[in-house]
């Protein structure tokens, strides 16, 4: 393979906008509904409960949630795996309270308790992290956080437990963080498997990703034309202005 034709086949999923920095990179994969969310200059936050404590678990009452607020949703996705009363399955802290404790329990049922599973948080300076739930043992800077598993990338590694070409698809949507701190959310459009969905980060240089949740996942993303809003969750990815 000459160098010329090697460039030709990296370049189609990652390009650079002539009207942009080089920073500005946009990332392509049909396979994908793809958020890029950089913390400089978007909201991001992670969303529970609401005003009266009560539970949200539509993209519909987010909305209608930040309204009241004086805020307008413009993205969200579900962030994690949810219990029956869809309270949320490990870890959750809103706005620096901890709701829920982190779950150290190392065997169980589920994609949940598939070793190592992880937690994605934002710290209080506006810091994204993602990483491996035995590796996160202070939470005092945490402002936000949720709990999810399996991890997909652990330290630039594909979890071991995933295999090339398995038959254990569904649809999927995860979080990673990009080698200059954005966030890289994305759901599958089809069913995909673990491997190939870890596969697609790594190769977007995240060091660490984490798995949210499978075929229960939706997205609201106006901006391009979509709007699922026929699900019901737990905690919610919301990003507003």
Known sequence: MNYRHFLFILLPTLFISSCHNAQDLTIEDERFHIKVIDLNNQNLELYWLNNKGEKIETFNNLKNHLDQNGDSLIYAMNAGMY???????????ENGIIHKQIDTTTTGYGNFYLQ????????????????????????????????????????????????????????????????????????SREKINFYDLATFYLQHGCNNALYLDGFVSRIYDPANGIEQMDGRFGVMIGVKN
């Open 83 to 93: 219990l029956k009363d869809h309270s949320p399955q490990g870890l959750y802290i």
């Open 116 to 187: 190592p599973n992880g937690i994605f948080y934002l710290t209080k300076d506006g810091t994204a992290k993602v990483t491996s739930t035995q590796d996160l043992t202070d939470l005092s800077n945490i402002k936000y956080a949720t709990q999810s598993g399996p991890m997909l990338v652990i330290d630039g590694m594909i979890h071991p437990a995933f295999n090339k070409g398995s038959k254990n698809v569904h649809i999927r949507n995860a979080v990673g963080i990009l080698p200059d701190g954005r966030l890289l959310l994305v759901i």
